[in-house]
């Protein structure tokens, strides 16, 4: 087990974003854990990265389309730290493309966690403002039959967002 492992599972949060800031070598590892299945590391590792990242970070410009690709393999959670890593980067066109039609079928799954359903449509949003076109189709799918699956936090959140 390495040290960012046991991090990992022995810290709260708070501390193991401290520790990556305070061994950024390690960040390549936290990358290849978020990629990995090797639970429980993996999903802690996504949340570690989304905590710990710049905005449009350089280390994971590379891991963009893995990351896309990996994200149906994922548990719910998982898939929920890698599409907040995701919001707050760049996307090539053709990460877009796969994002809005993953993210659409996240969202309109009204069995999904609703923090994942709320990450989704976050991302829907983000293409939205890219992509002004898509603004009819994201106010279509922010309708009262998947607003009111969410709990009450998220469809006040949606309420703050104009929807």
């Known amino acids: 087990m ?3 492992q046991e991090i990992l599972i022995q810290s709260p949060k708070a501390g193991m974003v401290s520790y990556l800031k305070a061994h950024p070598q390690d960040f390549s590892e936290a990358i290849e854990l978020a990629l990995s299945d090797n639970q ?6 996504a949340s570690l990265l989304w905590s710990s990242m710049e905005e449009n970070d350089p280390r994971l410009i590379p891991f963009i389309s893995p990351m896309v690709e990996a994200l149906p393999s994922k ?24 994002l809005l039609d993953y993210c659409v079928t996240l969202w309109t799954q009204e069995a999904a966690i609703p923090s994942l359903r709320f ?3 976050r991302m829907l949003m983000k293409l939205a403002k890219k992509y002004p076109e898509l603004s009819t189709e994201l106010t279509a799918l922010t309708d009262e039959r998947y607003r009111d699956t969410l709990s009450e936090p998220g469809r006040r959140s949606l309420r703050k967002m104009g929807f």
Do not use: F, N, Q
Not at 40 to 45: C, E, K, L, M, V
Not at 83 to 97: F, H, K, N, Q
């Open 75 to 98: 548990a719910g959670g998982h898939r929920r730290d890698l599409l907040m890593v995701l919001l707050r980067m760049d996307l090539p066109e053709e990460a877009e493309g796969i």
């Open 2 to 4: 390495t040290l960012l």
């Open 40 to 45: 429980p590391y993996a999903w802690r590792a």
């Open 119 to 121: 990450t989704a449509l």
